[in-house]
């Protein structure tokens, strides 16, 4: 169907075009609100600015596709693939993601106010600066996630995993459904752990660029698969802590938690160096 075409029935009334083949579809600002989209096919279209608003897009195939700014608040997305789609400060407020396919989509400054994400595959997506405030994200697949500066007030991410997840910035407050290793690890990621007590704590795979563990406890934690790039451990004290699989840390790092105690996957001769 050519772009023509479908203003042309949607001018006419008509706002069924389930299971359409729009592949690369120039449909920059147009206004589907109330459509039936679901099934269709729009990889690679461009929707930027335009109005999806309270539209059933059910299982619609939106990868690669182009969303900036575009209104979807209140759509139905179930079970819709948008991997790669591009949704920067798009407005999903109350829309429904369940089940969808979103690996790798790109949802900077976008609102995501109450929308249900649960069991949604966002892995490696970018989330940076998203407005997820009252987000129903249970079991959603955040691996890989980057939510810098994400607002998390009210949301709801019982039984998420946040490995290898970027927490830096991010706001979360009572209302936030989310383990306690996870709150730690994002309290860690902000504020710096500077001399802090965190023995025996479980901060396995989380993503610690940067943080300060100045004259920390570490005694017996467990930091296993964990991104340590840039970390600060001067003076830490790492005696049982496991750095089993971690990345980020140098040669000379390794060899000098080893010799202060600390479990770490390479078979290192101890040498008399201090942790830096």
């Given at each position: ?101 979103l690996k ?119 930091l296993a ?36 105690g600390a ?14």
């Amino acid at each position: 169907m050519e772009t023509q075409t479908l203003l042309a029935h949607y001018a006419h009334g008509k706002r069924d075009f389930q299971e359409a083949f729009l592949i690369g579809i120039k449909l920059v600002g147009i206004n589907l609100s109330g459509s039936n989209l679901s099934g269709a096919n729009l990889i690679s279209a461009d929707l930027s600015n335009a109005n999806l608003s309270q539209t059933n897009l059910i299982g619609i195939n939106l990868t690669n596709s182009t969303l900036s700014q575009a209104n979807l608040i209140g759509a139905d997305l179930t079970d819709a693939y948008l991997s790669e789609a591009n949704l920067t400060r798009a407005d999903l407020s109350d829309a429904k993601l369940l089940n969808a396919y979103l690996k790798d989509a790109n949802f900077t400054h976008a609102q995501l106010v109450n929308t249900n994400l649960t069991h949604a595959n966002l892995s490696g997506a970018k989330l940076t600066h998203a407005n997820l405030s009252g987000a129903n994200l249970l079991n959603t697949v955040l691996t890989g996630v980057n939510l810098t500066g994400a607002n998390l007030s009210g949301a709801n991410l019982t039984g998420v995993e946040l490995c290898e997840v970027n927490l830096s910035g991010t706001q979360i407050d009572d209302t936030t459904q989310l383990s306690e290793k996870w709150r730690l690890v994002q309290k860690i990621v902000t504020q710096g752990a500077k001399g802090w007590d965190l023995s025996h704590v479980d901060l396995s795979c989380a993503s610690l660029v940067g943080v300060n563990f100045t004259d920390a406890d570490l005694t017996g934690a467990n930091l296993a698969g964990t991104h340590l790039r840039s970390v600060d451990l001067s003076n830490a004290k790492v005696k049982d802590a496991s750095f089993i699989a971690c990345t980020g840390l140098s040669k000379s790092t390794k060899l000098a938690l080893k010799e202060q105690g600390a479990l770490v996957d390479d078979d290192f001769t101890p040498v008399n160096l201090k942790v830096s």
